[in-house]
């Protein structure tokens, strides 16, 4: 019996017949939620008052590590990552999401900018105090 030609074709999938939610989305607003979870729980024990015994051995044991290269790229990070550059570069994601036809993914993107502003705003109101002074000893 001779062999077939070609290999036999994968089935096709149509389009839009893959769950909407699958595992890895799920997990991820699992976590997504817990990571609320904490944050709104960190947010009550700030509005306490004084730091409590733990903060304060995880911010001197923070402290031990600082390094003036560490001190440049968290400032980095924290300058560049605000959202006045991360939410424009998110939009052109999107956008060029939507472009190539990768809808979830844009929709992902746009849910995570949302989510992202929901907690800057909603931390900064439930928190509602002003900036703590600057921990250094040399300063």
Request: aromatic share 8%; charged share 15%.
């Amino acid at each position: 019996m001779p062999a077939p030609a070609h290999p036999p074709e994968s089935p096709s999938i149509e389009p839009g017949s893959s769950p909407l939610v699958g595992a890895a989305l799920a997990a991820g607003m699992v976590a997504s939620a817990i990571a609320l979870a904490l944050f709104v729980w960190l947010g009550y024990q700030i509005r306490s008052g004084s730091p409590t015994a733990f903060d304060l051995a995880g911010r001197n044991s923070l402290r031990s590590l600082q390094t003036d290269w560490l001190s440049t790229v968290m400032w980095a990070a924290s300058v560049f990552a605000a959202p006045k550059y991360l939410l424009p570069l998110g939009i052109v994601a999107a956008v060029a999401f939507f472009l190539r036809e990768w809808r979830r993914g844009a929709v992902l993107v746009l849910v995570t900018l949302m989510g992202a502003g929901l907690l800057d705003v909603g931390l900064k109101v439930l928190v509602a105090r002003s900036r703590p002074e600057p921990f250094a000893e040399d300063a």
